[in-house]
């Protein structure tokens, strides 16, 4: 048996903070005994612990660290599928792959993501609307599953092969099994550059307006909305716009070497902020400065700019200090949206709970996971520094959320009470009857499944 | 990369080990080709995969377990593999029980001694003749712990130690003939050799140690300690006379 840590673990909000028995297992036999482990009462995967809440946790119980497995074993350069193992990083397969022309399908807004997390969480990015989710880029995936012999077996599965425990697993948060392996399709790119655009709105009509019009129609959008401000500059935005910036649109000495862009330079966060530092104060300061600064118009920016601004500041998640914060992710229906976007910033205005980050970006069609989380509609994130009384206000938030018939991103999330999970899930069900059948004894479980009432 | 984009013939052996992982892909980033050689064959062939995926350079899996082996077979199936350029020779197998295991303990001691001595004589005497002359280079994953005996862990001290004192005359011996012989010392790296383990601190990233390991066989050196600053702490606790060493509870 290897040999595992009892560790304090959290995820990217840190919060909450749990005891755990990880394993991190550097080989496939250890992978497998690590699974096996009987000495713990249940595991779950954890990637890069990017996710916010508390997926990637088990109170007292194992945890997987599949970072040490992370090596791309296959590429095909006309298909541009990649078989890697779960542990490989977006940040890794962009070091290798965008110097020859290939970048993931889809990318959240850290590269510092590895696969497993990306197929668990089925994670979106600013291109949701034209290209889906991560699953829409998932050829296959190999499963570690526990057996009635107390041993792990691996299975492939994949739109041909168990498609309904393939569905699952996108999005399934890690309680469909282990992802050892999968396959990936890249995608061709013209260079490492962004054709970025910036425009300012002045209020949250105008930017909604924004994405059905021209802006809507970029492979890349997104909203940034100060949500302190009030009054006449209620929802003042930053829309911001991006496509594959074409060979013959960059400057001069960079069209010779397209794949070329220069690393960004990393600083690191090197200590807990004391909570003191994020006052609603400093948080309207910096939302104002961030609304200055942006660039009105177009401009072309290395990829890694464009889509990971957040990623040469290591551990910046730390300036929330030792308490450290929620994320507020909900889609909401496109119908009645408008209002329920209004309702939810109104809410969280008038609780001063001040926010970093307030995203708003339109989705498209759902994938076929039924704990997938994107659907059609305005998505709307926000970080919340911890309080005592901010489950209350997200417990409030989640509410409006339900009335409008939307849901909350479990990736994000630490506080869903478990009596909206089935109406904001409908085909919770069909994800309950894949669990039964592939894991009926929990071997797998969470802190959120628990939370959630996953494991019932 | 630039100018140092050699092409070296490199074989590593322990080549599964997090840190060989490390030196394995900092070598493939400057265009080596590898064979990587260890117990376990399929990782081996992973870890191949991984390198020829990743940096598009020739790799090759070859199965060894130093406890069990005949090292001029080895060095025969290398040479194939590497069409007979054989550049660099890396040693990373090692193998660490709980000193309280061991003591009293023949079978451990003897897998002690094997894997992280005698196995590495044998493999470096088997490989001196068929490197690259001048320009070949022998690299030994040694250890701190062989600077000096410490109650707590001396059993796999002394097998380093062992090391050190091979390679220490074998860099003269080799002068010569223009082969290099690196001993590294790493101090604690975050790998399953130490996961886990109670009293560890400043660990180091094994790929940071891989990196620093392949610099310096760049530019040829003979000694190295890392991460660099524990060449400061080793030149302390090597000077500490032993009538006090002995009373210090390490
Ligand atoms: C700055 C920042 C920006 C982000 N932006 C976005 C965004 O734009 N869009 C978006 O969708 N998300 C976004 N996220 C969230 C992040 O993409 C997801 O939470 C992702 O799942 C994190 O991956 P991870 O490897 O860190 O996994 P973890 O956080 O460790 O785990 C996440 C889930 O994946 C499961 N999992 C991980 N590995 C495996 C495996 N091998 N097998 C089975 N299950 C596994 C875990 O059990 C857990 O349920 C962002 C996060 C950060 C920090
Ligand atoms: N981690 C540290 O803090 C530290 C500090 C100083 C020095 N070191 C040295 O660094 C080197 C690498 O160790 P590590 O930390 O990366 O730990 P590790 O993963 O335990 O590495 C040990 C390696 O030796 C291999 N090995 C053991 N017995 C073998 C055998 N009979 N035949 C072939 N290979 C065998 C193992 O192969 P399997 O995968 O098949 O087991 C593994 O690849 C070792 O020499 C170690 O002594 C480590």
């Not at chain 1, 059905?212 to 949500?227: L, N």
């Not at chain 1, 991006?242 to 090197?270: I, M, N, Q």
């Not at chain 2, 250890?143 to 059993?155: K, T």
Request: net charge neutral; proline share 6%; glycine share 10%.
């Amino acid at each position: 048996m290897p040999r595992r840590k009892h560790e304090s673990l959290a995820c990217w909000g840190n919060h909450p903070r749990y005891d755990c028995e990880s394993a991190r297992p550097e080989t496939w036999h250890a992978l497998d005994s690590s699974c096996a482990d009987s000495e713990v009462s249940s595991v779950i995967a954890r990637g890069l612990g990017r996710s916010y809440g508390d997926a990637s946790l088990n109170q007292d119980a194992g945890v997987i660290r599949t970072e040490r497995l992370d090596r791309a074993l296959r590429f095909d350069e006309d298909t541009g599928v990649l078989e890697a193992e779960a542990g490989l990083s977006l940040k890794a397969i962009n070091d290798a792959f965008l110097p020859r022309g290939f970048f993931p399908g889809v990318t959240p807004g850290s590269a510092f993501v590895t696969l497993g997390g990306a197929i668990a969480a089925d994670v979106h990015g600013k291109n949701h609307h034209t290209d889906g989710s991560f699953a829409r880029w998932t050829e296959a995936i190999e499963l570690l599953l526990p057996t009635d012999n107390g041993a792990w077996e691996a299975r492939w599965v994949s739109r041909d092969q168990d498609a309904e425990l393939f569905h699952a697993t996108l999005g399934g948060m890690g309680l469909t099994g282990v992802i050892r392996r999968c396959r990936v399709r890249l995608k061709p790119v013209p260079s490492a550059y962004i054709d970025a655009s910036y425009q300012r709105v002045a209020n949250l009509d105008e930017a909604l307006e924004g994405f059905t019009g021209a802006f809507g129609d970029r492979t890349y959008s997104v909203a940034w909305i100060d949500c302190l401000t009030r009054g006449d500059n209620a929802g003042r935005s930053v829309l911001i716009g991006g496509e594959h910036a074409p060979t013959d649109s960059l400057p001069g000495e960079l069209g010779t070497d397209p794949y070329a862009a220069p690393k960004p330079k990393r600083k690191r966060v090197p200590i807990n902020f004391p909570s003191i530092a994020l006052n609603p104060l400093s948080v309207r300061a910096f939302n104002a400065c961030y609304y200055r600064t942006s660039r009105p118009s177009g401009r072309i920016e290395p990829a890694r700019e464009f889509f990971y601004p957040l990623d040469s500041v290591l551990e910046w998640n730390r300036i929330y200090g030792k308490r450290g914060f929620q994320q507020y992710q909900v889609v909401v229906p496109f119908e009645n949206g408008a209002a329920a976007v209004r309702t939810l910033l109104d809410r969280i205005t008038r609780a001063k709970a001040a926010s970093f980050l307030a995203v708003l970006k339109a989705m498209g069609a759902s994938s076929e996971g039924p704990l997938s989380f994107p659907m059609p509609g305005w998505t709307l994130a926000l970080d919340l520094p911890h309080t005592k009384r901010l489950d209350a206000l997200l417990h409030d938030l989640d509410a409006i959320s339900v009335e409008f018939g939307g849901r909350r991103y479990l990736a994000k999330d630490a506080s869903l009470l478990p009596e909206h999970l089935p109406t904001m899930y409908p085909r919770l069900e069909e994800f309950m009857r894949v669990r039964d059948r592939v894991d009926p004894h929990r071997r797998l479980s969470s802190s959120l499944s628990r939370r959630l009432g996953l494991d019932g | 990369m630039s100018q140092e984009r050699s092409k070296h013939g490199t074989v590593i052996v322990g080549a599964t080990s997090a840190i060989a992982r490390g030196i394995a892909r900092a070598c493939a980033e400057r265009g080596d080709r590898l064979v990587l050689a260890g117990r376990d064959l399929d990782e081996c062939e992973r870890i191949a995969a991984d390198v020829r995926t990743r940096f598009g350079v020739e790799s090759f899996a070859v199965r060894l377990d130093v406890e069990d082996m005949d090292p001029s077979a080895f060095v025969q199936a290398c040479a194939e593999r590497l069409e007979g350029a054989i550049d660099r020779l890396v040693l990373s197998q090692g193998f660490m029980a709980e000193q309280s295991d061991a003591q009293g303990n023949p079978a451990l001691v003897a897998r002690t001694q094997t894997v992280n001595l005698t196995s590495v004589i044998q493999l470096c005497e088997a490989f001196v003749p068929h490197l690259r002359v001048p320009g070949g280079m022998v690299c030994v994953v040694s250890s701190v712990a062989g600077d000096r005996g410490r109650p707590s862990n001396h059993i796999y001290g002394s097998s380093k130690a062992g090391v050190n004192a091979y390679l220490e005359g074998l860099g003269p011996r080799l002068r010569e003939q223009g082969v290099g012989v690196l001993t590294v010392k790493p101090g604690f790296v975050d790998t399953a050799m130490t996961w886990g383990l109670p009293g560890m601190f400043l660990v180091a990233d094994p790929q940071d140690v891989g990196n620093s390991i392949v610099r310096a066989m760049q530019k040829r050196r003979h000694v190295i300690y890392t991460p660099f600053f524990w060449r400061g702490i080793m030149l302390i606790i090597r000077s500490i006379p032993g009538a006090i060493f002995r009373r210090l509870s390490l």
